[in-house]
Antibody, heavy 124, light 106 residues
Framework: EVQLVESGGGLVKSGGSLRLSCAVS????????MSWVRQGPGQGLEWVGR??????????DYAAPVKGRFTISRDDSKSTLYLQMNSLESEDTAIYYC???????????????WGQGTQVTVSS | DIQMTQSPSTLSASVGDRVTITCRAS??????LAWYQQKPGKAPKLLIY???SLGSGVPSRFSGSGSGTEFTLTISSLQPDDFATYYC????????FGGGTKVEIK
């Protein structure tokens, strides 16, 4: 059974930092491309960024609102994904979901599986 | 950046109704379009990928169609379990989600 379990959320002051973790089981994590997606209170879904597998270069890409402030990393030995969030703003208040990419023969990746999310609240 | 626009934002329907949700992209995303269902307090769940391919375990009453910049999600006969919010997502260039369509009970 695939499991994505986020942790590390909580209340932080504006300008502060927080690191989220996502423990992954049930898949070969080292082969996985992963993304973080967030959802503000009563809002829709917003892609935060992704990390490719090391076999695909291990590179990261970020959405404009978080670029330069957030960093995605992975520890394949621990099957764990991370999201380091710095210079947090009230607009970053959201549920943060860890997601696993599926892909088909075309090579295009899409989100196939979601964790249950962790709440991050930034107070001003 | 590719923008995704869903309509309507809210839809009131009854059990047994045929329901259609539209998603428009600001530029062509080819067929790289997915749909997700989200229930209150839960994580989204994949319904459809590559415009019209059903995700694992997804009932056949769900279907997707379209190409380029215009796409639709259709529920052929709405069931009680289908009252939820639906999101489209393009994956032609990174990921962008539509604003969501809430399907509520009429």
């Amino acid at each position: 059974e695939v499991q994505l379990v986020e942790s590390g959320g909580g209340l932080v002051k504006s300008g502060g930092s927080l690191r989220l973790s996502c423990a992954v089981s049930g898949i070969t994590f080292s082969d996985a491309w992963m993304s973080w997606v967030r959802q503000g209170p009563g809002q829709g879904l917003e892609w935060v960024g992704r990390i490719k597998s090391k076999g695909s270069g291990g590179t990261t890409d970020y959405a404009a609102p978080v670029k330069g402030r957030f960093t995605i990393s992975r520890d394949d030995s621990k099957s764990t994904l991370y999201l380091q969030m710095n210079s947090l703003e009230s607009e970053d208040t959201a549920i943060y979901y860890c997601t696993w990419h599926y892909y088909d023969s075309s090579g295009y990746h899409y989100i196939g599986y979601w964790g249950q999310g962790t709440q991050v609240t930034v107070s001003s | 950046d590719i923008q995704m626009t869903q309509s309507p934002s809210t839809l009131s329907a009854s059990v047994g109704d045929r329901v259609t949700i539209t998603c428009r992209a600001s530029q062509s995303v080819n067929n790289w379009l997915a749909w997700y269902q989200q229930k209150p307090g839960k994580a989204p769940k994949l319904l459809i990928y590559k415009t019209s391919s059903l995700g694992s375990g997804v009932p056949s009453r769900f279907s997707g169609s379209g190409s380029g910049t215009e796409f639709t999600l259709t529920i052929s006969s709405l069931q009680p379990d289908d009252f939820a919010t639906y999101y489209c997502q393009q994956y032609n260039s990174y990921f962008t989600f539509g604003g969501g369509t809430k399907v509520e009970i009429k």
